[in-house]
Nanobody, 122 residues
Framework: RVQLVESGGGSVQAGGSLRLSCVAS????????MGWFREAPAKERTWVAH????????TYFKSIEGRFIASRDNAENTISLQMNTLVPEDTAVYYC???????????????WGQGTQVSVSS
């Protein structure tokens, strides 16, 4: 059974940083495309980043590119999202997601973690 557990959310002021982590069990992050998504209040869940396996590209949603860095630690079976220069518009519940091999997770097809709240005040 696939389990994804996020941690690291919290409240920060604009310009601050947070680091989210996601530990997987029953699933090998090294061989599968992983992702981060977020769901802002009263909005749909949207894609943030994909981390592809086997040396593939890491790609980002345009509004966070250059501020967020997604990474993988195969030894710990974990992925992370370093979030810098946060703005109030980044306030959301952030979800770790797992795909199937090279098929990356989408909002309609993924294994999901429980989510972690990130709140950014101005």
């Amino acid at each position: 059974r696939v389990q994804l557990v996020e941690s690291g959310g919290g409240s920060v002021q604009a310009g601050g940083s947070l680091r989210l982590s996601c530990v997987a069990s029953g699933y090998d992050v090294s061989n599968n495309c992983m992702g981060w998504f977020r769901e802002a209040p009263a909005k749909e869940r949207t894609w943030v980043a994909h981390i592809r396996p086997n040396g593939g590209l890491t790609t980002y949603f345009k509004s966070i590119e250059g501020r967020f860095i997604a990474s993988r630690d195969n030894a710990e079976n974990t992925i992370s999202l370093q979030m810098n220069t946060l703005v109030p518009e980044d306030t959301a519940v952030y979800y770790c997601a797992a795909g199937d091999g090279i098929k990356c997770p989408t909002t309609y097809d993924a294994y999901w973690g429980q989510g972690t709240q990130v709140s950014v005040s101005s």
